[in-house]
Structure formats: C-alpha cells, structure tokens
C-alpha cells in the first residue's frame, strides 16, 4: 500500500540546510497497523507529512498504492489525498463554525456528492463512531474523546486506501486516548490500512507493528505480540 | 456556472462568521454610502451654478448707455448718450452675418399694475418677437409678441409667471386685461423663465406701443442680441468689441470711454463659468475616486485579515481533498458577494438619504443633490472588480501556502 525506497528530505535553515529524513526504506502492505515512534525531531512528521502528500520528499521513491508519486501538482495532490487517503490530527483540525455531521462531510463535498446523499452517508460514519445523536453539535459543544471520534469518522467517510493519523492521542487523557485507539483498532479489524504516528509507548504497543525513527533514520521495525509474537530485526 | 452546493458552502461561511461579514461589508458600504453622498452634494452645488447662470442665453450681448467721460471731438464730458431706432437699423446692417437674434428694449421700473383691486409692481419692457429666446423665455399659455403686435401697437402683454400668480391668483390671466398705469392691456402670453422668480416678474409689451408710450420721438434704452452661436468665445468677444468700436464711432465717443456705451458680453462670463464648473468637476471625480479608493484599500486589509484568520482552515480544507482552484474560487465568491450586496446597500442608503435632503440645503447652495445612473453602475462595477481583485491576491495566497504550514498555523 505504502512503498517507500530511499527517501531523502531536507529543509532549509538559513544558508544551510537540515537533513531530516536520510534515505527511509518502509514497505506498509495493505490492512497493517503501523505505528512510527520518534521523539520530536526525529523526523516522523516529516514522514507523515510526505506520505500524507502535504509535502514533497527531495529524493528516492514513494508509491502510493502502487502508484509512483512525483511531479505532483497542488491539484493532483489534493485528488489523491481526497481518493486514498484520511487525516487525523493531534488537534482534531475540525472547522470551528460547522457541526459534527457538515464536518464529516465535507471530504465528500470535493468530491462532488451531491448535499444529500453527503449527509446521509456523514450520519451513517458518525453512527460508527457513536456520536449520531451529537450530529449537529459544533466542536466548540463537543468534548476532546468527541471531537476525535468526528476526525475519525471524517477521514473514513470517503472510504480510503490509509488512515494517517498524527499523534492521535496527544490531545487526550489516557481513557479517551485508550477508546480512541480502541475505535482504531475495530477500523484496522475491518481491513482498513492505519498508520499511526506517536511518542506514547503505550500507545504504539497497541498497534500490530513499530517502527522506530531516530534522527532521520529507522533504528528498529518489529511486529508487537498484539497478533503474534515474532519480532522482526532490521 | 451556477452550483448550489457551492453557493450554499459559501451562504453557510458567510452566515456562521457574522461579525466577519458584517465587518467587511460596513467597510464597502460605508465608502459607497460616502462616494454616493459626497458625490450627489458636488452634484448639488453643480447645479446650483447652472441654475444661477442659465437664466440667459449663455451667447447673448447686452448694450447700455451712459454719460460720457472723456470730451472727444470738440464734444464735452458728460452727454448723455441716447439709441434711437436708427441704431438699431445700423446694428442689423452691419452685423448680419454674426446677429442671430435682435431686439431694442425699453424698460420702466416700479410700473403700478392692476386687475380687480389686486395691484403690484412691476418691471415692463417694450421688446420685439426675438427678446424671448433672449431671455430664455419659456411660453406656458397663450404667444409671445408678434411682428404684427409690434406694427399694429397694440395694446397686449406677455406676463411672467409670478405676475399670473400675484394678480390673478390661481386662475388663468390669458384674455383678461390687465392695467398700467391707466392703461388697459390684454393679456396674450404667460411665460416662465429657468432664470427663476425673479425674470418671471416682467411685463413685456411691444416695442412700438411702449415707446409711444413712454419715450419721445424713437428713443430706445438699450438692445440685447445674441450672436450666431457657431462663433466660438473667441470670435464672440471680437465681434463684440468691433461692434463697440462703431457704436461709439457713430455717436461721437472716445473709443477709451467705458461708461457712455457699455457692451456686457456673457461670453466673457460663460467662460468663467465653464471654467469654475470643470474644477468643480475635477473636484468632484477627485473625492468620488479617493473614496473608492480609500473603500478597495479597507476591502483589501479585510481581505487579508480574513484570510489570514482563515489559514488553518485552508488547510484543513485541502488535507480533505480542496484543489487550489476550489479554494480561491470559494474566497473569491465570498468577497465579490458581500462586496457586491454590501456595496448596493449602501449606494440605495446613499441614493434615499439624497431624496430625503431634497432641496433641504438650498440655502448651502446645494440644489437637488443627486446622483446620474451611470455613476451609480459605474460605482457598483468598480466595486465588483474591486472586490474580485481584493479577494484574488490573498486567495491565491492561501491557495498557494502548503497545507502543512497552514495546519500548524495557531
């Protein structure tokens, strides 16, 4: 689903300029449940950032399902991202002026789907997520477990290929954090591809498979004993 | 091109974030609202001028005389200088060509007129047919003089419309017979003038009948003519200075004599006139555009702002799947509707609020304050495009800034 072979990225500080991401090789097949662990400036961001197309990598390869991502345009970019795949934020990033259920939709409204048949398919997604009667709640009503149930539930209404999702649980106490992942879980269990970003241990050990990124380069990537126990060694 | 999902994207943006619309349209509507009122005021005191300077003919020439200054040719200073009917005949010799329109005049001040015990005075003239168009005469009821009044002396009258009123009260003055001074006269005419009240207070009667009346012999008091009106201000004002220089040649005055034939060309006024009204133009247009101005400027820094609080939510926005082109054209079609609703409001504000001043500031020299339809489209186009414009640069920006950036924007 995600194949990525010698990924470089740096940025720009000043006259010089900062090596990030020094030459990744990361395969992520379908329905896995990934998580990259880092401390901050490790570079997982920046991982996510490329793999979620909001950034582009300097060199190496990356395909996205298959498909070879280069010389990508701000529009084709933004197709892709609205085809294949759902963003969740550390910050929920919903709009502060629309409800639950126009928040839900709206990845359907680039699309093009017509109002009714969005909102309809918006109600069904918030029902997975348990909030159906919240639907016309703003986020400002909604509590912070909430609000991330209705980032969830607005990456999976377009039905993609990879659910991202940056530090997911960095906003909430360690219940909400724990039924956020829960709900993860139950997506991944339905064939769903997540790819988790976090520092939280425990929150990487619920996921199927670590990989962990020190500045810029991957030190270890193994399977948790969540479905079986052979560890994977780089 | 009409998409309801999108304007309905848009309504919905527009009405959640209500101090930011009201914000923004106050701003439009206040500079229309301004532009609309400063510009109908300059348009009032426009035609404040116009209506003080249209009384006449703006190419007419009026001749006076007086007592000499200067002794000349053996003749001593202080003659009283007389036309006669003879000069008259001179003036339309000589000047054919150039004389569109002619008539001597004589003229009583005070003239005590009565009809059925009301009574008031007048100003009478004795004129020809061709005083009307001079005087800018408009006929309401009845004719003017004719040529065959002039031959036949008859004892008729052209009233003005304050005239009418003050002697007649509301009824009709044509047919009845009004008396001067212990003459009767029939009424044939009633005339207003765009000059106003004032030039609607003359009598006028024929030219032979009054000078039998009141002068000796064929006395005339002083002539008005207006000239052929292809000739430009410069060839006016030449014309009217040969035609001093033979009028006083022929009456034995000193060519530098100023007081014994005096010519007033209104040439020489209109032209100063036409002057003061371009400034005022320039004047007005000046305002008219600073304002605008001063409005796309407010309408741009909202813009921006409103961009700027919006960065994060661009980038939400395009993490979801927004192409560039559905961001600006989202940004774009918010700013043009509010500038365009905005703007019109404040332009109808504007257009009432002159209808109610009215001519409330006539003693401002403001005089129907109004403003044209075409200013008023013109305004509202200007301020579409402004408003497109206002909106483009930052969308565009907006549109541009990587979607990373715009998330971490807090």
């Known amino acids: 689903m995600i194949k990525i072979e010698k990924l470089h990225k740096s940025y720009p500080i000043g006259k010089d300029s900062l090596h990030v991401l020094k030459g990744l090789d990361l395969h992520i097949k379908e329905g896995e449940f990934v998580s990259i662990m880092g401390s901050s400036g490790s570079g997982k961001s920046t991982l996510l950032n490329i793999v979620g197309l909001l950034d582009v990598h300097d060199e190496g390869y990356y395909y996205l399902n298959g498909q070879l991502i280069e010389n990508l345009d701000e529009k084709k970019a933004a197709i892709l991202r609205n085809k294949f795949l759902g963003f969740i934020f550390q910050s929920f990033n919903l709009i502060t002026y629309k409800n639950a259920l126009e928040n839900v939709a709206l990845p359907l409204y680039y699309q093009g789907m017509g109002r009714k048949e969005r909102q309809k398919i918006a109600l069904q997604y918030l029902d997975k997520v348990g909030l159906k009667d919240r639907a016309d709640h703003l986020p400002s009503e909604l509590s912070g477990g909430e609000k991330q149930r209705v980032a969830v539930a607005r990456a999976l209404v377009t039905n993609p290929k990879v659910i991202l999702a940056d530090e997911p649980t960095g906003a909430l106490d360690s219940i909400t954090s724990h039924s956020v992942m829960e709900l993860l879980k139950e997506i991944n269990r339905e064939g769903m591809t997540v790819f988790v970003i976090t520092h939280e241990e425990d929150i990487a050990e619920e996921t199927d498979r670590i990989v962990r990124l020190k500045d810029g380069v991957i030190i270890s990537d193994e399977k948790t004993n969540n479905k079986n126990n052979i560890k994977v060694s780089v | ?410």
């Open chain 2, 1 to 410: 091109m009409f998409d309801l999902d999108r304007w309905q994207e848009i309504f919905q943006t527009i009405s959640k974030n209500k101090l930011r619309t009201a914000l923004s349209g106050f701003t439009i509507a206040f500079a229309i609202l301004l532009f609309t009122l400063l510009f109908g005021i300059g348009n009032g005191l426009k035609h404040t001028f116009e209506k003080n300077f249209a009384g006449d003919s703006e190419n007419s020439v009026y001749i006076n005389s007086g007592r000499t200054t200067k002794p000349y040719k053996g003749l001593q200073s202080g003659r009283q200088i007389q036309f006669r009917n003879d000069d008259s005949k001179f003036l339309n010799e000589k000047f054919e060509n150039e004389i569109q329109f002619f008539s001597p005049s004589i003229q009583r001040f005070n003239v005590q007129a009565t009809y059925k015990g009301e009574q008031n005075r007048y100003t009478i003239r004795g004129v020809y047919p061709d005083y009307q168009p001079l005087e800018s005469a408009v006929i309401q009821e009845g004719r003017f003089l004719s040529y065959l009044d002039i031959e036949r002396r008859s004892k008729v009258v052209a009233i003005g419309r304050m005239v009418e009123k003050d002697l007649f009260g509301g009824y009709s003055a044509l047919g009845k017979n009004i008396n001067l001074e212990g003459i009767s006269y029939k009424v044939i005419g009633v005339f207003n003038d765009p000059g106003g009240d004032n030039d609607e207070r003359f009598i006028y009667a024929p030219f032979s009948t009054i000078q039998g009346v009141y002068k000796e012999n064929d006395e005339v008091d002083m002539f008005g003519l207006t000239y052929n009106s292809k000739l430009s201000a410069d060839q006016a004002l030449a014309f009217s200075n040969l035609l001093t220089i033979m009028l006083k040649e022929k009456h034995k005055v000193d060519p530098r004599d100023q007081s014994a034939i005096r010519v007033y060309n209104y040439a020489e006024g209109t032209k100063n006139v036409q002057q003061f009204m371009m400034v005022l133009n320039v004047i007005i247009l000046f305002i008219g555009i600073g304002t605008l101005v001063a409005g796309i400027i407010g309408i741009s820094n909202i813009m921006v702002y409103i961009v700027k609080e919006r960065t994060k939510e661009m980038g939400i926005r395009k993490a979801l799947g927004a192409t560039p082109k559905s961001i600006i054209s989202m940004i774009m079609l918010e700013s043009v509707f509010i500038t365009a609703i905005a703007g019109y409001s404040g332009l109808l504000i504007g257009v009432f609020a002159l209808k109610a001043i009215g001519n409330g500031l006539e003693e401002y020299w403001i005089v129907n304050p109004s403003v044209e339809t075409y200013v008023v489209i013109g305004a509202t186009i200007v301020l579409i495009i402004a408003g497109t414009i206002a909106g483009y640069i930052p969308a565009k920006r907006a549109a541009e800034i990587k979607p990373i950036e715009a998330l971490n924007d807090e």
